[in-house]
């Protein structure tokens, strides 16, 4: 396999994990005879300092030449300002439209020995599985939005949510196809005692749902929806979102985990690389983390394990993919924490240390 992979660091600690993973690609190619040409290229804050703009032109015809994108993080103090003319997180979205990834999904498995790690008591944690599938392109995020002060000096603000028929049901087609291959059953998470939006939403999924005979729907409210990943997480298998709702409930679901540092994500969309497979986009669910950024302890398994989701679902590697998860379980299961896993009193791997332990893992030695 020859293929051309798009590297975007980002801000923050996204440098620092990204290095890491592409180690690890290193390792993968070395040891498998793959040949992974990378080029780095400018977003988020980092690309606004140099270039003026979150999404340079050049950055963005890269990607869309590329087999896939691999990115650590943007956004940080410095660009916190919601006033700003341009802000790394647009560039997030701009690049997601730009690509037409419109389905984000955030795999989350536990690994058995960092039950001790999560908020919730170990016998909640027993058999927890699911894959959450969150729209991408659309929604609150992309809709009309304003602000405006009227003639009694009020000021006013608004955004709006809104979704076609059919950007609903190419998300949940692609996680009814998802549920075929696991346990059968999709929660489609909506607010449609509420909102019309929502309605729309569970009318075009419950459609979608009747082409699926072998997979049994469940529509959950998004506030309930909530509550259970925190009192019934193992009875979820597929989740699937619009943009909102998918970004608050999976980063309450990463907390299951004891780190939002372990879980890795895939952007997906209809257009195919030059092997024939989605042209992704992969990065850590995590953000920027700017107080630990430059401390060489960030953790980079979210993004090394992204690194498997784009072996798996960009270049069809699944052997290969496969090799990278269990050497990272394997790690894990050693003891090997970074400092977000380890418990009071523990002792704690740099980001450079961790990833050498996983890439001796990948290669058969035990690390």
Not at 190 to 206: F, G, P
Not at 220 to 234: G, K, Q
Not at 275 to 287: D, F, S, V
Request: contains cysteine; aromatic residues 4%.
């Amino acid at each position: 396999m020859r293929a051309n992979i798009v590297v975007l660091p980002g801000d923050g600690i996204g440098p620092e994990v990204v290095e890491g993973a592409l180690a690890v690609l290193t390792a993968v190619a070395h040891h498998f005879n793959h040949t992974f040409i990378t080029s780095t290229h400018l977003m988020g804050g980092c690309a606004i300092d140099e270039m003026g703009t979150s999404l340079p032109d050049e950055t963005l015809n890269a990607c869309l030449q590329a087999d896939a994108v691999l990115l650590g993080a943007v956004g940080g103090y410095k660009w916190d300002n919601p006033d700003a003319k341009d802000r790394p997180e647009r560039g997030l979205l701009a690049l997601r439209k730009g690509l037409d990834l419109f389905a984000n999904l955030r795999p989350l498995k536990l690994y058995p020995e960092l039950m001790a790690a999560s908020p919730l008591k170990a016998e909640k944690l027993t058999g927890v599985d699911m894959l959450v599938i969150r729209e991408l392109t659309g929604g609150i995020y992309f809709g009309d939005r304003a602000r405006w002060t009227d003639d009694a000096g009020e000021e006013w603000g608004k955004d709006t949510m809104i979704y076609s028929a059919g950007e609903v049901r190419r998300v949940a087609e692609i996680a009814f196809n998802a549920a075929q291959g696991r346990r059968k059953r999709v929660a489609s998470i909506d607010k449609a005692n509420v909102l019309d939006s929502s309605r729309l939403w569970r009318k075009t999924v419950t459609a979608v749902a009747a082409q699926y005979p072998d997979v049994t729907l469940e529509h959950v409210l998004v506030d309930a929806a909530t509550m259970h990943l925190l009192s019934r997480p193992a009875s979820f298998d597929v989740l699937v979102a619009g943009n909102m709702f998918g970004d608050i409930i999976t980063d309450e679901a990463s907390m299951l985990s004891g780190s939002m540092g372990n879980l890795p994500s895939a952007s997906l969309g209809e257009a195919q690389n030059q092997h024939g497979y989605p042209r992704g986009l992969y990065e850590p669910i995590h953000g920027s983390a700017p107080d630990i950024a430059g401390m060489g302890i960030a953790n980079p398994i979210g993004t090394i394990m992204s690194v498997a989701m784009l072996l798996r679902h960009s270049l069809g590697l699944e052997d290969e993919a496969a090799a990278l998860e269990t050497a990272v379980a394997r790690t894990i299961s050693a003891g090997h924490r970074t400092a977000d896993l380890a418990r009071s009193g523990e002792p704690s791997l740099s980001t450079q240390e961790m990833t050498a332990v996983i890439v001796q893992n990948l290669q058969g030695k035990e690390g």
